[in-house]
């Protein structure tokens, strides 16, 4: 059973007002971007590029990206961002992904999603090599993830594995829920928690789960990945359990995650908040994807 005690905390991290470790998801993604700029200056800084490509003028999707290359500098990153209008159409989009597909200069790429309405998205996906897909979104890389193959793996799920290792969260052996289904971030993240050296026993809830509370209630780690503002209160934690919020709400409180914060801070072991937990840590590991991505394609250093 997980309880605080289990949790290594570091000099400098903080509690909650009830006592749970915060996972700080922007403290450890600066920690990561400092050393994948010490890695890269460490060998002479070879070019590592990211490529992304935004279509239409959507102000979030907007921020997101200048937010990825704005890190991606402070790793000592290149970065390009290509910008198409929304009425590009689906030939331009794949035409622009097919090259940065084809260019050897161009280590990963991100086609940031939501497309507008009238695309076809799996099939702009479809152009991306699977060792530069550092949203690891493709068939091909959430192939790999399944036969546990090398390859990239989605940024978010990947970001509470990083997570869970920064604040000394035990996974082997340990109970994980994950409430959410989806294909970016509750199938692939608890294939991760249950593969050989994580070792988690998980199991996937969702919408149509009996018992939710009960589910939660054994479990030494609680995931929200569905998107449904403060799902989880306090009765779904165990005293001392972990807790990570994925999802996201808009409301007219602002943005809000799954998790109910200021109840479930009393009870978890750890816990991560909303903003600031789980979405840096997507931004860092799409870096780390990305030099992850140039070893695999034999122009970093392994």
Do not use: W
């Amino acid at each position: 059973m997980t309880s605080m005690n289990d949790l290594l905390i570091s000099g400098g991290d903080e509690r909650t007002p009830g006592g749970a470790i915060l996972m700080d998801g922007n403290r450890l993604r600066d920690e990561i971007v400092a050393k994948l700029a010490q890695t890269i200056a460490a060998v002479g800084s070879p070019p590592v590029c990211l490529a992304t490509v935004l279509v239409g003028d959507d102000a979030p999707s907007q921020r997101y990206v200048r937010n990825k290359h704005v890190q991606a500098g402070k790793a000592g990153m290149q970065s390009r961002n290509e910008i198409l209008p929304a009425d590009a159409g689906q030939a331009q989009v794949e035409d622009v992904v097919g090259r940065l597909a084809n260019d050897p200069s161009v280590h990963g790429i991100l086609v940031q999603s939501p497309l507008p309405n009238g695309y076809d998205e799996e099939k702009v996906l479809s152009l991306i090599p699977a060792d530069k897909d550092v949203d690891g979104l493709t068939s091909q890389s959430m192939g790999r993830l399944v036969r546990g193959l090398p390859g990239l793996v989605g940024c978010t799920p990947l970001g509470v594995i990083r997570l869970l290792e920064r604040y000394g969260v035990a996974t082997s052996g340990q109970r994980a829920v994950v409430i959410g289904r989806s294909t970016l971030v509750g199938l692939p993240l608890s294939l991760l928690l249950a593969r050989k050296g994580i070792d988690a026993t998980v199991t996937i809830a969702h919408s149509r789960t009996a018992d939710l509370v009960d589910v939660c209630r054994n479990a030494d780690i609680v995931i929200g990945a569905v998107g449904q503002a403060h799902l989880i209160t306090a009765a779904h934690i165990k005293p001392g359990a972990a807790v990570i919020d994925v999802g996201i709400s808009r409301t007219e409180a602002g943005i809000v995650g799954d998790v109910d914060f200021d109840a479930v801070q009393a009870v978890a072991g750890a816990i991560t908040p909303m903003p600031g937990g789980t979405g840096p840590m997507t931004i860092a590991c799409l870096l780390e994807n990305t030099l992850s991505a140039a070893r695999l394609q034999g122009s970093f250093p392994v």
